[in-house]
T-cell receptor, first 112, second 114 residues
């Protein structure tokens, strides 16, 4: 079965600093990979997705992620954090066409 | 509609009661999913509907949980004889078709079992 590991349940950065949220996956077939963001008391919003096209994927709000097959990673980055980026971020892998398998999430804290 | 909608947004019930949670997917989306988000278990898949095919129920945690989708649109998740461990946020998502297409999530229903 496919799985996702997110290192760090909490990540703290200062406003303007680089954001790096880590995601490693396990899959025996080429995966589809996703990053979702969840703001307090809201549902999940798609940030970006990898579907075997370009390995560097650009998403909304200035986020991007790079698929590295050799490292089985799909880390999320943003060059400069904004206060509004504070939220919980979930990495997910698509298992066939049926369901998403999520990581445990990383809460991003942004300080002024 | 503009997005996936769910009702109610919050539900408080007593242990042992039955509850029904509703999901209205995006119009034209043939695939519908239910997930559960809880503190101890994170985000878990519950059930998946695709068109007229038999649903994938492999994520349902017990036979107290069931779901149906009427007319290929609205779905209802039913939990019978609720237990305190059922307290969670229940999220619904829908997708057009194809494995690469995005799942769009609703705002969720927060269920509290007293």
């Amino acid at each position: 079965a496919q799985s996702v590991t997110q290192l760090g349940s909490h990540v703290s950065v200062s406003e303007g600093a680089l954001v790096l949220l880590r995601c490693n996956y396990s899959s025996s077939v080429p995966p589809y990979l996703f990053w979702y963001v969840q703001y307090p008391n809201q549902g999940l919003q798609l940030l970006l997705k990898y579907t075997s096209a370009a390995t560097l994927v650009k998403g909304i709000n200035g986020f991007e992620a790079e698929f590295k097959k050799s490292e089985t990673s799909f880390h999320l980055t943003k060059p400069s954090a904004h206060m509004s980026d504070a939220a919980e971020y979930f990495c997910a892998v698509s298992e066939g066409f049926q369901k998403l398998v999520f990581g445990t999430g990383t809460r991003l804290l942004v300080s002024p | 509609g503009a997005g996936v909608s769910q009702s109610p947004s919050n539900k408080v019930t007593e242990k042992g009661k039955d509850v029904e949670l509703r999901c209205d997917p995006i119009s034209g989306h043939t695939a519908l999913y239910w997930y559960r988000q809880s503190l101890g278990q994170g985000l878990e898949f519950l059930i998946y509907f695709q068109g007229n095919s038999a649903p994938d129920k492999s994520g349902l945690p017990s036979d107290r949980f069931s779901a149906e989708r009427t007319g290929g649109s609205v779905s209802t998740l039913t939990i019978q004889r609720t237990q305190q461990e059922d307290s969670a946020v229940y999220l619904c998502a829908s997708r057009i078709a194809g494995g690469t297409d995005t799942q769009y999530f609703g705002p969720g229903t927060r269920l509290t079992v007293l």
